[in-house]
């Protein structure tokens, strides 16, 4: 316990406290309860209790100090501890924050004072951000503690990391407290010295753990190793005598030069001059050795010759001004005229690309023959993927720059970029990737964006942003897309780390031009960063990939004589692993086939595959690269599909090592990874991980990396480094991101609105200052006590600038321009939930590039707080906002505007604001101190000058936080890094990995780790070759790609590079093309025959038709099932992208749909496809949800894979200039016309798609079968004979039912006609609901139907007159009910048992229950009224509520609000409701009832200032406000603190300002004006109040608290008598009595009353250190209440968490400690029942219950009455347990007038009246009395000579045994009975034999508490021993 050392009692509390504890009933003969209590043993602090430099959870090490080597509280074991580590960064308190800055603005008040007026920088605007302090004491640490001492780092534990993993070498290191103090040092030993450099060295060789070599590389920089220790130690070899110590240094400097070159290479700016001094000792020590005979290597000076170039040409960089900052990388500087490779290019563009057009050099991709080499291979397609992306942008770019004149620039569209106008970084945002910055673009030339849809600012792609056209400029990519924000400007980037360096200067202000290329940027970057890092020989298969061998060979790990089990591919799936055999068609069992040999495979049939299907399998099984080509609906999934499960049924073949390999599948698209790894899942129940975006399968969702991460068997199998790591880490960051939010909340509010003067007073000079404060001399303007703001006034946006009547309106100018924020989004056609849900193309993408696990973790909550916070926080800062966002206090004067200004006014003034907010011209400093009166300058310069200040305020603000973006950036990236690890964890364990493309390219690190020996690409032939050969590793084996080359292929940017370099082309395509062994698949399983002659011969030459699909059905509605509608309607443009629309298509294709959902088709069944996503959006306008749910609508590029019975297909383009656009893509038109099976319908313009050689062909074959015309001919199921021709969406209203124009006219079963028309659907008209009235005769009297015909008629409810031939009587009954079933509803006239008539009606059967009222006297004697029934049940024990006034008088003196019940009959009371109404010492009344102290007050605090309102409660104390005192006039000025007594005298002098009305003010210089005129209210001022009120020149001051007006000096006067009054309370309006807190002028005294306050609420609330003292009390106390903790659990976690509460009083700590004594003393009680016997138990139970009920009632503290009651309660039942316990021991002794005793004694305890102490008394001496003849043990001696006895055989518990009889005896040594004897009183058999006890004996547990014996099957077992159990 904190505060307390281990053992020691705790003590009672005294003042304040009424409870009768135990300590004052001690003759009542209770067993006290033992406070025991583990005491350690070696003096140790125990775990919880708090130590000196951490929490008090953070000491989970048993061990001192000094006893363990090693441990790191980085790793989490002190969460606390790492910012106290940070030089002075932490401060030692909570205000530490501001004591800098605090002492800085005292400083400079007093020189103020000294020195006349002067300049003083306000607390506030030193821009720390004030926070509260961290839970745990980070950043409260008490001065007398020790500071926590860091574990050391040993030789040992460096030793032993020269055995372990370099990652795990480096990460350890990284988050280890103690290296930096082993660094520090100043001397180290040599071997020490060496070992450190060898660690290092091990640690820095890790290539996946960057930011960890960052940071530890970066304690090594700024060391004394690095700057003392490795220069001395270099020194000494020059002088080293011993030879064998020589020979080892080359192995040492090794070490050192490699060190060098790290830190060279990771900071090259700020290391040079760090390893300056070692630089120039190494050539002298390494000539000093060799001309001593040692052996240099060549490696070492060739190594360090590196270093020395590297170091040159750095110090050249620097000279020139190009080196400023610290860009990682590992790679060396080339040397000059050696031409650049691939390897060290910069992936982004350079600034020669951007401004000289550089034409870089490119080489096609080979796609005819081999590479000369690995080299060119690797640089080729560098190369061309880099020009992929980087031209667009350098095009674009360029282009841009040779417009900048042009005047339509903005509305300018450009090819390769997309522009956006006066972009600004508003201000850094933490995300888990890192810093994001959240930017803000011009969105009025985007307005006609739909966002939803648009391709524009998608995830990961690459943005440049430049101020200066482009000669600097910043690269970042979109971490986080939200379409809201987007609509608003809105867009979170983070920027790259070259640009991160520059960011430090970017203020919000800055206005950037940002242009975004359209490229997938982080896709290049990963993919290029492979490249770059794959060295030459770890490129797999280069035999076929780089050399174009054609012969490929089997597997290496398929020996001759290795079988496959290939029993599985026959059987349907189950899980693996089971042993299974195959049948040969030959009948004869095999278990295993050698696949190399043709022969022993299975057939074909047996295998469930086509004969094409079958020899793709053989390849993939036989061949180490196998390419399998499957045309559309060939089954390239099912044969991968079995291709895997005999992998994994045959593991041991290809998996042959301890370490396994898991078979890598890559896939495209997130959709087809799906299915792919679904159809694994059908197999293979475990071992799969995927890795992709986010997954639409329920299936796969276990088996995401995010959902692995969190089961708890992977947390606890992570190794200890990262898991201590990850804790070290996440504290940092949480620490980091409280500063950072803070003050980005700051710089996000600049851009709401104008800020008030005040915060910006330290960037003013003071004649600025006092021109800005005193230069408005107004009639219409009133200075109300500093609210309003000068500054608007300044700037023309105040009271002064819309109050004047027919004034010029200075914010008039742009009037005429586009209204922000007030006009009205257009809104679409219909609402958006009631029509079809079709995925957006944005969001589509989206899915495809976030890989699961990046994705933004920003729940709406969360950001909706952190809106909320921006906010409330700008109502503090702003005078006026831009929009009313969120929640928050108006400022008061933007709220005292409103009604002023008309709403185009308000308009025009916010419109003037935004426009000059986002202006770039600021005042340079020149112009600035040419100033002389701010008044004198026009608007223009006013707004110049106020940007001025602004950006000093941003600019501040962003110094403050960027060393926290620094720290939370290289956390987050450390982190990123650990995850990586931990995911390398994961991936390891499996058996199939699963990952998109663009996972793969992100994890390419880890795949190197893994090092899966086989890989399987799926739709191989749509993957760029770089993405395929970066997602190999050099350990691949096996590589099997599966796709169609003659579909999809891959998109690049740019078409040059796509059609000229080859670019498009994929590894899959180039290796068929060269010649590589590949099978196609020859059988299609999917389309009809006619649809499939679309594609043979036009697309492949040879394509069979599988049997199956010969049997499809024709298409219902149409004759014909495949059909081109051809049209000349032209597309339209869609104005954002390239995209088109053709609303013509898309009608007559919904139409189509419809009438094919009228055909009995369910809209599963049905597929519509579109080429351009622009159609997407013109469909879904047509398409209501309720009519179309359940039919897909997709881009044709997102449905490749997928199929459907009728696809509805949309070609879109039809236009004058014949621009089929992708159309004329052959891959494009095979996935177009390969989707359906049964049904394909088509629409577009084919006269111009006839231009294009492949659609002329097929528009051919189409012509010679019929299926092309200008209508579409449809079929009426019902009339075959009438078709009906549609061309466009209205013909179809010619079948509007979906089947002819004819009525239906079939007679229903009603006999009414069908009114609908033709429809094919529900021809027997079972679903048909017939609307006309239903008149059928319901019965024999002619009533008919009343309902429509559809509906059930149900029986005859017309009511008639009937006669109830039970009683008589006459009653309405409805027509089909029979009179002898109806209850009549006339009243019962029968009498009950009781006497009493029955209340029910006359139908009904009596009541059993009589609910007449009687009178009955209760068991508390007083008469009460109850239901008759009851009478009956109280004679059965039913208890009754008494609800009968409790008389009795409170100790208040106000009578019980209760009744007989509530109160117990007296024993309890409930609380005094009166109202206290006594005044407050805050002037307020007490609202709680009575009580003889008042707690503190419970209402809102009505303390307030000019600055901020107190919103704390009343009674709790108030922080004092710091802002400067705005007590000012033109006399005299306070240079207090707000909340300090001022200290300048009131200003007497007549106030010179006008009133409205024209007339002089009758108010004080300085004072608000009073709002009444001498003239205009003349008689209400001249009432005479203190006397001098009709004086002519009287002055006035106006109360603004309640707005009462007093003469001046009569109110001074009055307010400043009294001042050695003995009561505390604030000065009162002498009119209304009201509180004076607001007036300025009595500020002083008002202040001083409010200190006097403050002082009593403190000694109300109690002292800090008392109550804390107290609590930690208090705790020790619960602690040691194991009764309690077991009896009442609930209870005492309760107790224990309000303990917890940081607000606590000393009022509620007094409440919690009777609350621990009486619910003490209730688990005690309860612990006690145990004694007695079980018939007794429940009655004490229930009044247990009571007590504990009326103990749970809500209250803020105990009265004097609820503790006398509740002490008296809890003492009867005491006394009652101890006599029942004495009954229970010794029955054998009652006799008759003992039990007439215990009856008198039964009777008092049990009874329900209150306790009294002549009750007391009484009780007390009949037990005195029985104590001696019935003692509590029973055994007829007292309870102290029954311990001694025990205590004197000293057995322990399970040796006391008793006869027969009841007679005691004790058995000796291990307490089993080995011999019989007879009982010395009554002769009786005791003892036993063999350890067995005599059946006739029995345990005696009375002696001993035992509640078995000490040789028993309990005992030996153990499983009972309280100690025992808990351990295991």
Known sequence: MAGRRPGQEPYPRQHNVNWRGPVERQNADLPQRGRNRAINALGYPRRGAAQPGGNSRANDNPLPHGLREERYHGAGWYPNQGRRNQGRQANDGPRGQWNEQENEARRRRNENQDGGRGRRIHPCENLHFHQNPIPGGAQRQNPNEQPYQVRRIGYKFLESLLQKDPSEVVITLASSSGLKELLSQTSIKPSFLQLICQVLRRACSSRMDRQSVQQLLGMVKESNFLRICLPQYVADMMTEAVPTVRHQFPEHISNIISLLQDLVSIFPASSVQKISMLMSILPASINALRASGVDIADQIEKNLEKVQTLIQHLQEKRREGTLRADNYTLMQPQADGQEETYRTMTIYPTYNEVHRDEKPFLRPNIVSGRYDSTSIYLDTHFRLLREDFVRPLREGILELLQSFEDKGLRKRKFDDIRIYFDTRIITPLCSSSGIVYKVQFDTKPLKFVRWQNSRRLLYGSLVCMSKDNFETFLFATVSNRDNADLSQGIVQLCFNEQSQALLAEVQPSDSFLMVETTAYFEAYRHVLEGLQEIQEEDVPFQKYIVECDVFVKEPAYLAMGSTYDLAPLVEEPSPVGKERFLVSPDGLRRQGVNVLDPNQWPSMEALKLDESQMQALQLALTKELAIIQGPPGTGKTYVGLKIVQAFLTNELVWQRTVQKFPILVVCYTNHALDQFLEGIYTFQKSGIVRVGGRSNSETLKQFTLRELRKKCEFRRSLPTHLRRAYMNITTQMKQSEQELREGARHLECTAHGVLHERHLERYITTQHWDSLMNGLDDEWFCYKGSRNSMILEWLGLGVTAFSRNGAENPVAENAGGQQDGEEEQEGEEEEGDQLLQIPEEADLIQADRVIEEEEAARPQQRREDENSAVMELANMLLAMKLEKQGQGTAQPQQEAMEWEMQPAQRRKMKQKMRSELRKLNAMTEVEVRAIQDLWQLDLSSRWKLYRRWLQMYQGEIRRKILQHEQQYQGAAERLAELRLQEDLCILKEALVVGMTTTGAAKYRQILQKVEPRIVIVEEAAEVLEAHTITTLSKACQHLILIGDHQQLRPSANVYDLAKNFNLEMSLFERLVKVGLPFVRLNYQHRMRPEIAQLLTPHIYQELENHPSVLKYENIKGVLSNLFFVEHDFPEQEIQEGKSHQNPHEAQFVVELCKYFLCQDYLPSQITILTTYTGQLFCLRKLMPAKIFAGVKVHVVDKYQGEENDIILLSLVRSNKEERAGFLQISNRICVALSRAKGGLYCIGNMGMLGKVPLWSKIIHTLREKGHIGRSLLLCCQNHPDTRTLVSKGADFCKVPEGGCSRPCEFRLSCGHVCTRACHPYDLEHKEFQCMKPCQKVLCKDGHRCPQLCFEDCGQCMVKVLKTISKCGHQQMVPCSTPESEFCCQEPCQKYLKCGHRCSMSCGKECSVQCLEMVMVTLKCGHNQQVKCWITVEMKHGMPVKCKTKCPIPLDCGHACPGSCHTCFEGRFHEHCKSPCKRLLICSHKCQQPCTRECPPCQQACQNHCIHSRCKKKCGEMCIPCVEPCEWRCQHYQCTELCCEPC?????????????????????????????????????????????????????????????????????????????????????????????????????????RRLEEIERVKERIQGPVSEIETSRHRLQGVLEGKGVLRRNLSIKYLMLEEKLTHPDLSTKSIGLLENLIGFYGRLGELMSSLNKLDVKEKEGLRRRLAEIQEWLDKPRLSFTGQELSDLQNEIQRLTYLVSLLARCKTAPAKMNASISGEIATLRQILEGTKKFTEEDEKVVKMKMEQLKAILPESGLGISEEERVQIVSAFGYPQGHWFKCPNGHIYVIGDCGGAMERSNCPECKAVIGGANHTLERSNQLAPEMDGATHAAWSETANNMLNFEELRRLI
């Open 1543 to 1647: 200290n300048r005298p009131r200003c007497d002098v007549p106030c010179t300002k006008l009133l409205r009305c024209g007339h002089p003010c009758i108010g004080l210089c300085g004072e608000p004006c009073p709002k009444k005129c001498r003239i205009c209210h003349h008689d209400e001022i001249t009432q005479i109040f203190f006397g001098f009120e009709d004086e002519p020149d009287a002055r006035f001051v106006e109360l603004e608290d309640c707005g009462h007006i007093f003469e001046a000096k009569g109110l001074d006067r009055y307010m400043d008598e009294d001042e050695d009054e003995i009561v505390i309370k604030l000065k009162v309006c002498p009119s209304c009595q009201t509180a004076i807190r607001k007036n300025l002028r009595y500020g002083t005294i008002v202040k």
